[in-house]
């Protein structure tokens, strides 16, 4: 089981929007605005699209945004695109030097 | 361009020792944390450690600490991932992944990662 819980799949249709949850703790997620995310694609290098819960790096699309409320953190990504299937994995950092991952999530976008 | 390449898998049997690597490139070495983090086979990322190259200091995830060692050789800019005994459940997918900074200090994700080394331990 995963330090933090995201749901195992989800899927839409191109131009949909979608929002992955991240549910951690009061010891992670609810206690710092350090939560990122990260896109996945096989065989390639993780990508990261949102970075201390809804900043978006250089690069990465405004498809892309993040929140937080509580233990519990988003990410929407808006006017879906083929493009977009691929895992989606959220990111605390949990204190003393050490982060927490959620399971990850599989987008497929039909 | 800033990339982190990882060395290639790996199939060991139990008792083995073993060293992956991860080689920094385009970017200063030595000013980046560079973190671990695995991957057993279906399950989700957990975090092992890290190490700052500039000073080799080292800070070890609970569940790992004792268990792997985290080493860095700088005058190849490479990191390293290395357990003295092998055991079955060591099996799994290792990352390698830059901790960000800016100038004025560390910021609290990763902002560049590799594609991974499997390990698959098995008799």
């Known amino acids: 089981q995963s330090a933090l819980t995201q749901p195992a799949s989800v899927s839409a249709s191109p131009g949909q929007s979608i929002t992955i949850s991240c549910t951690g703790t009061?010891?992670?997620?609810?206690?710092?605005?350090?939560v990122s995310w990260y896109q996945q694609h096989p065989d390639k290098a993780s990508e990261l699209l949102i970075f201390?819960?809804?900043k978006r790096p250089s690069g990465v699309s405004n498809r892309f945004s993040g929140s937080k409320s509580g233990n519990t953190a988003s990410l929407t990504i808006s006017g879906l695109r083929t493009e977009d299937e691929a895992f989606y994995i959220c990111?605390?950092?949990?204190?003393?030097?050490?982060?927490?991952f959620g399971g990850g999530t599989k987008l497929t976008v039909l | 361009e800033v990339q982190l390449v990882q060395s290639e898998a790996e199939v060991k049997k139990p008792g083995e020792s073993l060293r992956i690597s991860c080689k920094g490139s385009?970017?200063?070495?030595?000013?980046?944390?560079i973190g671990w983090v695995r991957q057993m086979p279906g399950k989700g990322l957990e975090w092992m450690g890290i190490?700052?190259?500039?000073?080799?200091?080292?800070r070890y995830s609970p569940s790992f600490q004792g268990q792997v060692t985290i080493s860095v050789d700088t005058s190849i800019n490479t990191a390293y991932l290395q357990w003295s005994s092998l055991k079955a459940s060591d099996t799994a997918l290792y990352y390698c992944?830059?901790?960000?900074?800016?100038?004025?200090?560390?910021?609290?994700?990763?902002?560049?990662w590799g594609i991974g080394t499997t390990v698959t331990v098995s008799s």
């Open positions: 992944a830059r901790r960000a900074k800016v100038p004025g200090g560390h910021l609290y994700y990763m902002d560049v």
């Open positions: 385009g970017y200063k070495f030595t000013s980046y944390w």
């Open positions: 190490i700052f190259p500039g000073d080799s200091d080292t």
């Open positions: 009061s010891s992670d997620v609810g206690d710092y605005n350090y």
């Open positions: 201390d819960v809804n």
């Open positions: 990111c605390s950092y949990a204190g003393s030097s050490t982060w927490v």
